[in-house]
Protein backbone atom coordinates (compact mmCIF):
# COMPACT_ATOMS: atom_id res chain seq x y z
CA UNK A 1 0.00 0.00 0.00
CA UNK A 2 1.10 3.66 -0.80
CA UNK A 3 1.97 5.32 1.99
CA UNK A 4 3.84 7.97 4.20
CA UNK A 5 5.11 7.10 7.45
CA UNK A 6 5.63 8.85 10.22
CA UNK A 7 6.69 8.51 13.85
CA UNK A 8 6.15 9.03 16.78
CA UNK A 9 2.29 9.74 16.30
CA UNK A 10 2.33 11.18 19.89
CA UNK A 11 4.92 12.69 22.21
CA UNK A 12 5.26 14.63 24.91
CA UNK A 13 9.13 15.42 25.72
CA UNK A 14 11.15 18.57 28.10
CA UNK A 15 12.34 21.47 26.78
CA UNK A 16 15.83 21.14 25.33
CA UNK A 17 15.90 16.91 24.65
CA UNK A 18 17.18 16.46 21.40
CA UNK A 19 14.14 14.80 19.50
CA UNK A 20 13.61 13.49 15.77
CA UNK A 21 10.71 12.77 13.81
CA UNK A 22 10.95 10.08 11.40
CA UNK A 23 8.74 10.54 7.41
CA UNK A 24 9.18 7.32 5.45
CA UNK A 25 7.77 6.97 2.08
CA UNK A 26 7.03 3.96 0.17
CA UNK A 27 6.24 5.48 -3.34
CA UNK A 28 9.72 6.44 -5.23
CA UNK A 29 8.65 10.07 -4.54
CA UNK A 30 11.26 12.86 -5.57
CA UNK A 31 9.83 15.58 -3.09
CA UNK A 32 9.66 15.31 0.41
CA UNK A 33 8.53 18.16 2.76
CA UNK A 34 7.72 19.13 6.31
CA UNK A 35 4.90 21.36 7.54
CA UNK A 36 3.04 22.51 10.80
CA UNK A 37 0.21 23.26 11.41
CA UNK A 38 -1.11 25.85 14.90
CA UNK A 39 -4.60 26.99 15.56
CA UNK A 40 -4.75 30.17 13.50
CA UNK A 41 -1.77 30.15 12.08
CA UNK A 42 -2.76 27.04 9.85
CA UNK A 43 -0.24 25.29 7.84
CA UNK A 44 3.39 26.24 7.40
CA UNK A 45 5.78 24.84 5.47
CA UNK A 46 9.28 23.91 7.19
CA UNK A 47 11.70 22.66 4.62
CA UNK A 48 11.59 20.38 1.63
CA UNK A 49 13.48 18.71 -0.60
CA UNK A 50 13.01 17.79 -4.36
CA UNK A 51 15.67 14.85 -4.43
CA UNK A 52 18.56 13.47 -2.30
CA UNK A 53 20.88 15.53 -0.33
CA UNK A 54 19.11 18.54 -1.96
CA UNK A 55 17.20 20.59 1.02
CA UNK A 56 15.65 24.36 1.16
CA UNK A 57 14.36 26.22 4.10
CA UNK A 58 10.50 26.78 3.64
CA UNK A 59 8.51 29.72 5.65
CA UNK A 60 9.39 28.64 9.13
CA UNK A 61 12.78 26.64 9.65
CA UNK A 62 14.11 28.26 12.81
CA UNK A 63 14.93 25.36 15.25
CA UNK A 64 14.51 22.75 12.80
CA UNK A 65 17.03 20.53 10.94
CA UNK A 66 16.11 18.00 8.13
CA UNK A 67 18.40 15.60 5.70
CA UNK A 68 17.42 13.28 3.14
CA UNK A 69 20.36 10.34 2.67
CA UNK A 70 17.82 8.79 1.21
CA UNK A 71 15.26 8.68 -1.06
CA UNK A 72 12.46 7.37 1.00
CA UNK A 73 13.58 8.86 4.15
CA UNK A 74 13.40 12.65 5.46
CA UNK A 75 13.34 13.18 9.20
CA UNK A 76 12.83 16.26 11.06
CA UNK A 77 15.25 16.63 13.89
CA UNK A 78 14.63 19.42 16.68
CA UNK A 79 17.93 19.92 18.26
CA UNK A 80 16.73 21.94 20.86
CA UNK A 81 13.29 21.73 21.43
CA UNK A 82 11.35 24.87 23.24
CA UNK A 83 7.72 24.91 23.91
CA UNK A 84 7.09 26.94 21.13
CA UNK A 85 7.51 24.20 18.75
CA UNK A 86 4.27 22.20 20.30
CA UNK A 87 2.34 21.95 17.05
CA UNK A 88 0.91 19.12 14.68
CA UNK A 89 3.56 18.15 12.33
CA UNK A 90 2.88 16.60 8.80
CA UNK A 91 5.21 14.89 6.36
CA UNK A 92 4.23 14.85 2.67
CA UNK A 93 5.58 13.42 -0.45
CA UNK A 94 4.93 13.73 -4.14
CA UNK A 95 6.41 13.10 -7.29
CA UNK A 96 7.78 16.04 -9.57
CA UNK A 97 6.28 17.11 -12.16
CA UNK A 98 3.69 18.94 -14.39
CA UNK A 99 0.52 17.73 -13.44
CA UNK A 100 1.92 14.97 -11.20
CA UNK A 101 2.57 16.21 -8.28
CA UNK A 102 -0.18 15.43 -6.16
CA UNK A 103 0.48 15.30 -2.43
CA UNK A 104 0.83 12.14 -0.58
CA UNK A 105 0.67 13.05 3.54
CA UNK A 106 1.39 11.34 6.59
CA UNK A 107 -0.85 10.78 9.69
CA UNK A 108 0.56 13.62 11.63
CA UNK A 109 2.55 14.03 14.65
CA UNK A 110 1.43 15.78 17.93
CA UNK A 111 4.29 16.92 19.64
CA UNK A 112 4.04 18.81 22.91
CA UNK A 113 7.11 20.45 24.33
CA UNK A 114 6.86 21.48 28.40
CA UNK B 1 5.32 36.07 -0.46
CA UNK B 2 1.84 34.84 -1.72
CA UNK B 3 -0.86 35.69 0.49
CA UNK B 4 -3.82 33.19 -0.18
CA UNK B 5 -7.40 33.72 1.05
CA UNK B 6 -9.88 31.14 1.03
CA UNK B 7 -14.03 32.22 1.75
CA UNK B 8 -16.05 31.20 3.69
CA UNK B 9 -13.99 30.45 6.66
CA UNK B 10 -17.10 28.21 7.57
CA UNK B 11 -19.74 26.89 6.45
CA UNK B 12 -23.09 24.94 6.94
CA UNK B 13 -25.01 23.47 4.63
CA UNK B 14 -28.29 20.73 4.70
CA UNK B 15 -27.31 17.72 3.19
CA UNK B 16 -28.14 17.57 -0.91
CA UNK B 17 -26.67 21.46 -0.77
CA UNK B 18 -24.69 22.35 -4.20
CA UNK B 19 -21.22 24.03 -2.04
CA UNK B 20 -18.47 26.19 -3.34
CA UNK B 21 -15.19 27.47 -1.45
CA UNK B 22 -13.19 30.07 -2.75
CA UNK B 23 -9.58 30.48 -3.22
CA UNK B 24 -7.73 33.92 -3.98
CA UNK B 25 -4.03 34.61 -4.26
CA UNK B 26 -1.77 37.01 -4.61
CA UNK B 27 0.96 36.21 -6.88
CA UNK B 28 0.89 34.08 -10.05
CA UNK B 29 1.57 30.19 -9.44
CA UNK B 30 2.86 26.82 -10.99
CA UNK B 31 0.45 24.81 -9.37
CA UNK B 32 -2.35 25.03 -6.72
CA UNK B 33 -4.33 21.85 -4.22
CA UNK B 34 -6.79 21.45 -2.66
CA UNK B 35 -6.47 19.61 0.55
CA UNK B 36 -9.32 18.07 2.55
CA UNK B 37 -8.84 17.40 6.91
CA UNK B 38 -10.67 15.28 8.42
CA UNK B 39 -11.98 15.96 12.33
CA UNK B 40 -9.10 12.91 13.07
CA UNK B 41 -6.62 15.23 11.42
CA UNK B 42 -5.35 13.38 8.49
CA UNK B 43 -4.56 15.51 5.30
CA UNK B 44 -5.86 14.58 1.86
CA UNK B 45 -5.48 15.69 -1.43
CA UNK B 46 -8.32 16.31 -3.89
CA UNK B 47 -7.21 17.98 -6.38
CA UNK B 48 -3.75 19.51 -7.90
CA UNK B 49 -4.38 22.20 -11.42
CA UNK B 50 -2.86 24.91 -13.01
CA UNK B 51 -5.35 25.02 -15.68
CA UNK B 52 -9.15 24.79 -16.77
CA UNK B 53 -11.52 22.41 -14.65
CA UNK B 54 -10.85 18.97 -13.01
CA UNK B 55 -13.79 16.49 -11.88
CA UNK B 56 -13.96 13.83 -9.23
CA UNK B 57 -16.77 11.86 -8.58
CA UNK B 58 -19.10 14.98 -6.89
CA UNK B 59 -16.51 16.81 -6.50
CA UNK B 60 -15.33 19.67 -8.71
CA UNK B 61 -12.26 21.85 -8.76
CA UNK B 62 -11.61 24.78 -11.44
CA UNK B 63 -9.55 27.45 -11.56
CA UNK B 64 -8.91 30.89 -13.08
CA UNK B 65 -5.19 32.00 -13.54
CA UNK B 66 -5.96 35.49 -15.22
CA UNK B 67 -8.48 36.32 -11.82
CA UNK B 68 -5.90 34.34 -9.63
CA UNK B 69 -8.91 32.36 -8.13
CA UNK B 70 -10.13 28.94 -7.76
CA UNK B 71 -13.24 27.16 -6.75
CA UNK B 72 -13.87 23.87 -5.19
CA UNK B 73 -17.38 22.72 -5.75
CA UNK B 74 -19.22 19.55 -3.82
CA UNK B 75 -22.22 18.46 -5.75
CA UNK B 76 -25.05 16.89 -3.57
CA UNK B 77 -23.14 17.35 -0.56
CA UNK B 78 -23.47 14.73 2.57
CA UNK B 79 -23.01 14.67 6.13
CA UNK B 80 -19.17 12.74 5.20
CA UNK B 81 -17.73 15.76 3.11
CA UNK B 82 -17.73 17.36 6.92
CA UNK B 83 -14.08 18.56 7.01
CA UNK B 84 -12.07 21.04 6.58
CA UNK B 85 -10.84 21.94 3.01
CA UNK B 86 -7.44 23.55 2.38
CA UNK B 87 -6.38 25.78 -0.16
CA UNK B 88 -2.76 25.68 -1.14
CA UNK B 89 -0.25 27.23 -4.06
CA UNK B 90 3.13 26.44 -5.40
CA UNK B 91 4.67 28.83 -7.50
CA UNK B 92 7.72 28.11 -9.57
CA UNK B 93 9.56 25.12 -10.03
CA UNK B 94 10.43 25.02 -6.45
CA UNK B 95 7.47 23.47 -4.55
CA UNK B 96 7.41 25.97 -1.71
CA UNK B 97 3.68 26.32 -0.31
CA UNK B 98 1.43 28.66 1.15
CA UNK B 99 -2.06 27.44 2.33
CA UNK B 100 -5.03 28.99 2.91
CA UNK B 101 -6.35 28.88 6.37
CA UNK B 102 -8.97 26.38 5.76
CA UNK B 103 -12.75 26.22 5.40
CA UNK B 104 -14.92 24.34 8.29
CA UNK B 105 -17.45 22.61 6.32
CA UNK B 106 -20.00 21.15 8.37
CA UNK B 107 -23.02 19.15 6.37
CA UNK B 108 -26.27 18.26 8.24
CA UNK B 109 -28.29 15.55 7.59
Known amino acids: EAQVTQNPRYLITVTGKKLTVTCSQNMNHEYMSWYRQDPGLGLRQIYYSMNVEVTDKGDVPEGYKVSRKEKRNFPLILESPSPNQTSLYFCASSLIGWNTGELFFGEGSRLTVL | KNEVEQSPQNLTAQEGEFITINCSYSVGISALHWLQQHPGGGIVSLFMLSSGKKKHGRLIATINIQEKHSSLHITASHPRDSAVYIC???????????FGSGTQLTVLP
Open chain 2, 88 to 98: AVEAGSARQLT
